[in-house]
């Protein structure tokens, strides 16, 4: 055993350094890195239009080590920063991390940390080309990561009057995943195996954008902070309201089989689900549907009331749902 | 007085939001941000090389509110982030911030906070871009900066034996300055209060980094540990040794008059000087030093002993130091 504090971060960064070049011994990304891992600053070469975007998980806030793996937090921060590039219609090239470490932390949740990263480095075909390390009271771990865009992303603010709305797939598994994970529930079915793997290891829907992009949706986001808390953000941007048909939101069957009362509301409200939500004409987006398993048309993009979001129910009455997403200030 | 907690995280990404793009009102960079701050990511622009770098900065460790101003800390976390992209010949284009934010924050303070990001952005001409906020039970502020870069960027690994070495400017100051202010010292000379300045205003030294580009030089690392601790990183990068003359190392005129029998000392292990370190043939290297105003020769590059540094005063006899540098998880 050897803290951070022990190896120092001298020492601690040729550490991590030797390991990401082992992982990616050319650190060329087809010949595109020229400067990785190991200076100040990264150097790659680029041509056309680029992404860049950041996110950040701290330690008793968004992670808590009884409930996932380091190697889990290092798979979840690289994943939702591939998610907000794919959000945007980009293909992710290459990321860097920043590190607030305790000085007590064992070298070996380091090591840990970063086969998380590596792994989702290999799974999205990307790059950790470098970062900043610095002592800290709490552990935090920050990603940003660069990607390849068209000139015309997707964006929060393109959802016109008229389109309809759509989710990539089913919701609410991650937050069903950390109840149990919370409660120390035995992950003994394979529903809560399935849960558990959602909040632990989720998806970033890179095949999802690459079907609407080609198929010219111009509005999508990535569901980070729950479809309650997330669709207003859509409909403001945009200007536009949205009604929300609750009976089509697609709910994950494991979460059905083991919260079968609260399944819808977590499914609303529950964050870290990684799907995209997407709005566009209804031709396009039942195209779209149809070519990704598991994804639903679940509303109507309306005119007036900017930033309005209306829950019914199938047959069309009209809900007052009082959920939230995920507000990481209060 | 509201709070962060008050406020919320999306009511305060949005009056973020809307003071960046007050600052920055077209969110253009000369036409290249074709989607700014506040969707999913950042998408620009770019032709060539780009370089990309992060920096981070902890309350308590790197910062105290009680020596620094929240603007002082903005504007520190994006001029070392500046430094970074100069110290590979690069110029700086675009930033993300990532916050960690304890929900008791106050408002006021992150309007302070963003004041000192945009009042460098406007210096060194950056667009802030985009970013990320979270809750956490300590304030941090990470800054990831991306610019343009040529192909042969400048390394710390470019060093060659028979080379000099020198630095842009004086060292120093910076600590200086955080003893004055942790001391509470009056700052009731000119000495003094150019001392706290260097601290709470690095200058990143785009400057000399345009100069040392373009007449050649190689190799090039940013200070921001201090000069004992970032020599052995360029010596171990480059697979040399280096002797440096103390006597030619440039001190602070401000920290001479302050701490004279310990001046120099503090300008070889103070930290957060962000001048630039750099190596190359005696010629150029000259030639540099004659174009940069406090710029010095401070020794040379030796074959053998990669990552050694010898220290010698000026009529040769070796001097043996014990100076370190800062070490961001001891």
Redesign the interface.
Known sequence: MTT??E????A?I?HITDRVRRASPLQTMGGRI??GI?????????????????????E???FRTSTVSWADVGWKAWASNVS??A??G?VPV?G?V?L??P?SLDVSDIDALYDGFLEACSSYGTEL??????????S?V?V????V?S?T?L???AARPGDVLAVSGPLGASRGGLILLEDGAPLDTPARQALALAHRRPTARTDASAVIRRLGVRCA??LSDGLA?DL??LA??SGVSLQVDTDQVPVADALRTEFRPEALRLALGGGEDYELLFAGPSDIVAAAVSEIPGSSVIGDVMEGNAGRVAYVAGRGERLSLNIEGW????
Chains 1, 2 share one sequence.
């Open positions: 951070v504090g190896m120092g971060e001298t601690l040729e020229i400067t190991g200076d100040d600053a990264a150097v790659w070469r680029v041509g056309g239009v680029q992404a860049a975007t950041t996110d950040t998980m701290v008793g806030v968004h907000d590039i959000a945007m980009g290459a860097l920043t607030g470490l000085s080309m470098g970062g900043d390390i610095v002592g800290a009271p709490i935090f920050t940003a990561m660069t990607g865009c000139a992303p964006t929060r603010g986001m990535d808390a207003p953000k403001r941007a507000e990481h200030l209060r």
